[in-house]
């Protein structure tokens, strides 16, 4: 007879979960809490034996430790509130968690706030979103919202409170991806001449130039730029919320070479701002910003579209223009040169060529063309 496997602690109540066809699925683990009306079960479920164990061994610490709540009674608002704080916070990003707690607390609360937790239902999510989509919000939105229930519920089964998420039987409703409206060239001369003198106008000039977004733009510090060789390196962004956060993903950290123009006017508004930080005296806050707002300090994104940019446009005989279309500009640009992909991937920070190519490869001339001329050579 072969030695019996000993199991690990916390073990012995996980069990494969089987569809009508009887393939696994899945594994599943059960313990039981103490609740108002005597001792309950409860079940917890993995992917596969160890993600199930993992869960089990955190759900029965959770309950030792009075952690955990009793399903019967939690409504969703209550468990929205502890998901936010116990397991989102200080696990992103801090602009992330602001969009997360702003769909939980101005689109799921106000409508599922009071229910049960384990009595939400897809009819529930299905009529939520199509509420929302009713009373005018995009689907992009509502895109998000089903993203952070569906990453809640997720949470709620792990932790053993439901025992399915109801979200994956709901499909959100798709977003079509809106055309991509860069500047002209004469566009982009009639922006910079209308700029020129402007406070800002290396600003415009730099994220015409190098295309980097706007949060990467204000993030900038002197110390990120070398006048001299004609780089600068994208080390972090500022986020909406007023907040440095380092760049979303490793392709976002990276080093892109100035043009001339661009090294001309990051010269000219060091000089500038030189003189400014010396008239304010006290008054200026250094913070070592290239593009700070008038007092040193780190400029409100709002303010810098509403009350710089949208005044510039006008200026300029231009409409329809928002400060990203600065960044699409670039990139577009560079595609219709017939400037490499991959390139232009890098110095925009995306994530992967075929985002790059999925929006800008239809400003890209003559790929028609090559690929008609490639297959006659390959078949002749």
């Known amino acids: 007879m072969g030695k019996k496997k000993e199991r690990g602690n916390g073990e012995g109540d996980v069990y494969p979960r089987k569809n009508r066809?009887?393939?696994?699925?899945?594994?599943?683990?059960?313990?039981?809490?103490?609740?108002?009306?005597?001792?309950?079960?409860?079940?917890?479920?993995?992917?596969?034996?160890?993600?199930?164990?993992?869960?089990?061994?955190?759900?029965?610490?959770?309950?030792?430790?009075?952690?955990?709540?009793?399903?019967?009674?939690?409504?969703?608002?209550?468990y929205l509130g502890r998901w936010l704080a116990d397991s989102v916070k200080d696990t992103v990003r801090r602009s992330t968690f602001v969009q997360y707690e702003s769909v939980v607390n101005r689109h799921v609360v106000p409508a599922l706030g009071r229910m049960k937790l384990n009595s939400l239902t897809p009819a529930h999510v299905r009529r939520l979103y199509r509420e929302k989509l009713d009373s005018g919000l995009s689907p992009r939105t509502v895109q998000y919202i089903h993203v952070?229930?569906?990453?809640?519920?997720?949470?709620?089964?792990?932790?053993?409170?439901?025992?399915?998420?109801?979200?994956?039987?709901?499909?959100?409703?798709?977003?079509?991806?809106?055309?991509?409206?860069?500047?002209?060239?004469?566009?982009?001369?009639?922006?910079?001449?209308?700029?020129?003198?402007?406070?800002?106008?290396?600003?415009?000039?730099?994220?015409?130039?190098?295309?980097?977004?706007?949060?990467?733009?204000?993030?900038?510090?002197?110390?990120?730029?070398?006048l001299e060789v004609g780089t600068l390196s994208v080390q972090r962004s500022l986020g909406t919320d007023g907040t440095f956060n380092p760049p979303k993903r490793n392709?976002?950290?990276?080093?892109?070479?100035?043009?001339?123009?661009?090294?001309?006017?990051?010269?000219?508004h060091r000089a500038r701002q030189n003189e400014e930080r010396m008239r304010l005296g006290s008054l200026w806050e250094d913070h070592g910003l290239v593009f700070p707002n008038r007092l040193g300090k780190p400029m409100n994104a709002d303010n810098l579209y509403h009350r710089e940019f949208k005044p510039l446009l006008k200026r300029a005989g231009l409409s329809g223009f928002t400060f990203h279309s600065l960044r699409h500009t670039c990139a577009t640009l560079l595609c219709s040169k017939n400037v490499n992909p991959k390139i232009v991937q890098e110095m925009l920070g995306h994530a992967t060529i075929s985002q790059t190519m999925d929006t800008y490869s239809h400003v890209m001339p003559g790929m028609g063309d090559v690929a008609a001329t490639a297959l006659e050579e390959a078949l002749s």
């Open 148 to 226: 952070t229930l569906h990453k809640a519920l997720k949470q709620a089964v792990m932790d053993g409170l439901i025992p399915r998420n109801v979200t994956d039987a709901v499909k959100a409703p798709q977003a079509h991806k809106k055309e991509v409206k860069p500047l002209s060239p004469a566009e982009v001369n009639a922006l910079l001449s209308a700029a020129r003198g402007d406070r800002l106008e290396a600003l415009y000039v730099l994220a015409i130039h190098t295309g980097l977004r706007r949060g990467e733009l204000l993030g900038l510090r002197w110390s990120d730029i070398d």
């Open 21 to 78: 066809e009887g393939k696994v699925i899945g594994y599943r683990g059960s313990y039981w809490v103490q609740t108002a009306e005597g001792p309950k079960r409860r079940y917890v479920s993995g992917k596969n034996k160890i993600e199930a164990r993992a869960a089990l061994r955190k759900a029965k610490s959770d309950a030792d430790g009075g952690l955990l709540f009793d399903a019967g009674t939690l409504t969703i608002e209550d």
């Open 251 to 268: 392709k976002s950290r990276r080093t892109v070479k100035l043009t001339g123009h661009a090294v001309e006017a990051l010269g000219g």
